[in-house]
């Protein structure tokens, strides 16, 4: 029982990793980002391309990966997405411009990546080894996602709710309408916010490099299972996603230790169905993190 | 008015249906006609989505490399001894079937290819069956692993059927656990996972049968979906069964993921089988000698000179290796295709005749289809000594035998 616990807790914490830059973006940017999973395995690439061509291992290239991915999201924005919040000011509706308008930055980083790396498969070997947790073996690269997810969860709850900067943030997530009247700019806070959730996301794609096998196809995976999660923790809440990343990774294991491997899935949307069904606006959702 | 209108709309669009078809069959038949200054050779294949990292390994390089050989030479040699380079249209199917469908139509009824060569994997090429029979192209089909070729090869009389069915790989591995079993190696009992997905589905349903059989017990025996990423719950199941022989019928990132993830446990099954990815040129360079005594389906005779030559052009011109199962029966397919052509020339009835009867020269050496199936494949293998070896059928000229038990996983 404590293996499957152990096991769960470190399958979901890659999940709530790959789940909390979403949040931010969609949560606060109001960016619905499909292009997420590309952003993620566009870095998942560009750690393994830093590893077998300089020798570069993946910690130390996350200092190189993840300001670059930071610059990334914040000339996207500026570029992409400004004019739409832009014109969203008359017409509402940002979210599905920005759903229609990521879709096809969805294709653009998938093509680039087709043409620069192929469409093989790709790992690569780096801390594969096992590590001992209260009796249960656990890869070390496994355990290090995991331990980064929970850092970055709680720095960033720790920020958004106890700091002035971060209740600027919150503040354009509650109420972007009346954020500029207490003097708020929410045009520089979203493309903050925006470009942090895509260095998570870049974050997240180094880390599942070390232990998984990706492709360039692959991206839209990781954007369907950070989407459940985020809604599932409340739209924006970085506890929430951590939480809900946590309880998908338990409840996945159980159910393919006692139940049935073939009915992880259906058990990740039935935990999905209940979280909506119960509280519709998710775990955390409105009440504890904004 | 308004659903007599949408009638007659949906009369005009089903006629205008109609006459682009009919259009699509003269052209076919007008084309020929007249002097010819190349030979059309048109394929769909995943390019992108799911199925891009299997097809752009065991297919599409070896469509590359047979087309830049041929071309190199000037091109394919018909009857009269006359050259003619190949034109190559190429569609990416995006790993849907739908598109795998209309891009097949496309290119027998617009762009009228002479040959099209098949798509990567069972479910697609089984899709396209239907439509290569109908526009009268020969199907080479050998990325598909089915039990049901002869009934095919019935049905549509000019598809071809090169990589077995799932029987011929689970007798196979029967056939070594009896043998291993029987010399005291390991006990009777063996694991087995597979992929809820086309090839899992196939071969476990083949292997209940064969390891029931055999008297070999199944003591586990579970699916799982396709995108799994973390195996550890089967893997500790299947270390508590107290199974000698561990079997994942898995594709290529579950193949990965299984062998880091088993390390990491230390999961040290004396028979260690896994399906598609372990002959992957990536599997041995992420894994080192790790990997040595794994086994898989497939397998090279590494004394085939031809076959070993091959593997060397491949890697210098695409830039990788071959992987040790499907590639070269690919490329076998071309050369087979290449040979019949010489000899019948474009008529693509006389071509499927030759291929359905002839005898071939090729990679592989002396082949001849049975019943339209290639049945000299090898159906097992082993990594010995930084080769992905062939050990099944062990009667087989050029086959080794297993060395079994594998030994533990390398201290960590």
Do not use: C
């Amino acid at each position: 029982m404590i293996t499957t616990l152990i096991t769960g807790l470190v399958l979901g914490g890659t999940y709530a990793l790959v789940a909390m830059g979403l949040t931010l973006q969609y949560g606060i940017s109001r960016i619905m980002n499909l292009a997420y999973g590309e952003i993620l395995i566009f870095a998942a690439f560009a750690a393994f391309l830093l590893f077998s061509t300089l020798g570069i291992n993946p910690i130390l290239g996350l200092a190189i990966v993840l300001p670059l991915a930071f610059a990334f999201g914040y000339l996207i924005y500026g570029v992409m997405m400004q004019p739409l919040v832009a014109r969203s000011k008359k017409s509402g509706t940002l979210e599905v411009d920005s759903i229609l308008a990521t879709f096809g930055l969805l294709f653009v980083i998938q093509g680039v990546m087709l043409v620069v790396f192929g469409s093989n498969y790709t790992s690569y070997n780096f801390l594969n080894t096992g590590i001992n947790v209260l009796g249960t073996n656990i890869a070390a690269n496994r355990l290090l996602a995991f331990a980064l997810a929970v850092i970055i969860g709680a720095t960033l709850f720790y920020v958004l709710t106890r700091t002035r900067w971060g209740t600027t943030i919150r503040a354009i997530a509650v109420n972007p309408d009346a954020a500029p009247l207490v003097g708020i700019d929410v045009n520089r806070t979203a493309r903050f916010a925006f470009a942090l959730g895509t260095m998570l996301a870049a974050s997240g794609g180094v880390m599942i490099s070390m232990y998984q096998t990706f492709n360039a196809s692959m991206g839209v995976v990781f954007t369907m299972k950070a989407l459940v999660i985020v809604i599932m923790g409340g739209l924006g809440n970085l506890m929430g996603a951590l939480v809900a990343g946590l309880l998908l990774g338990i409840v996945e294991t159980l159910v393919a230790t006692h139940v049935d491997p073939g009915l992880t899935l259906a058990a990740t949307y039935l935990l999905f169905l209940g979280v909506l069904l119960w509280k519709p606006s998710g775990l955390f959702g409105k009440a504890a993190g904004r | 008015m308004t659903l007599y209108s949408r009638r007659t709309t949906l009369r005009a669009i089903g006629l205008a249906a109609a006459l682009l078809a009919g259009a699509g069959s003269m052209a076919v038949i007008a084309q020929d006609t007249g002097d010819r200054t190349s030979v059309k050779i048109g394929y769909a294949i995943s390019k992108t989505g799911a199925n891009a990292g299997g097809a752009g390994i065991t297919t599409l390089p070896n469509y590359q490399l047979w087309v830049h050989e041929v071309n190199g030479a000037g091109g394919l040699e018909m009857p009269d001894g006359s050259r003619l380079p190949i034109e190559v249209i190429e569609y990416d199917d995006r790993s849907a079937s739908e598109e795998v469908v209309r891009a097949i139509e496309r290119l027998a009824t617009q762009d009228n290819v002479d040959f099209i060569l098949p798509p990567w994997g069972t479910g697609f090429n089984l899709a396209a069956a239907p439509l290569f029979d109908r526009f009268g192209y020969p199907q080479l089909a050998v990325s598909a692993v089915t039990d049901k070729a002869p009934e095919f090869a019935a049905r549509w009389s000019k598809s071809f059927w090169m990589l077995g069915g799932g029987h011929d790989y689970t007798e196979a591995l029967a056939d070594i656990l009896t043998d291993q079993h029987e010399a005291g190696t390991i006990n009777n009992d063996v694991a087995v996972i597979s992929v809820a997905d086309g090839f899992g589905i196939d071969l476990i349903t083949a292997a209940r049968q064969s390891f029931a059989d055999a008297g070999i017990n199944l003591v586990y025996d579970v699916t799982y979906p396709v995108g799994t990423t973390d195996f550890t719950p089967m893997l500790n199941e299947a270390a508590a069964s107290g199974a000698d022989t561990f079997v994942a019928f898995s594709y290529p990132p579950d193949t990965f993921a299984l062998t880091q993830q088993a390390q990491v446990a230390a999961y040290n099954p004396k028979v260690l089988y896994m399906g598609v990815g372990v002959g992957f040129p990536v599997y041995a360079a992420n894994n080192g000698d790790k990997i040595e005594g794994i086994m898989s389906l497939g397998g090279i005779d590494i004394t085939n000179e031809a076959v070993m030559e091959y593997r060397a052009r491949h890697t210098e011109f695409i830039g990788q290796a071959p992987d040790w199962w499907g590639s070269v029966i690919t490329y076998n397919s071309l050369q087979m295709l290449e040979e019949a052509i010489k000899r019948r020339g474009l008529d693509r009835e006389a071509v499927a005749e030759e291929l359905s009867n002839g005898t071939f020269e090729t990679v592989l050496g002396e082949v001849k289809l049975e019943d339209n199936q290639l049945r000299t494949l090898w159906f097992g293998g082993q990594w010995q000594d930084g080769n992905f070896v062939a050990v099944a059928p062990s009667d087989r000229e050029g086959a080794v035998a297993p060395r079994l038990p594998k030994a533990p996983w390398p201290a960590q």
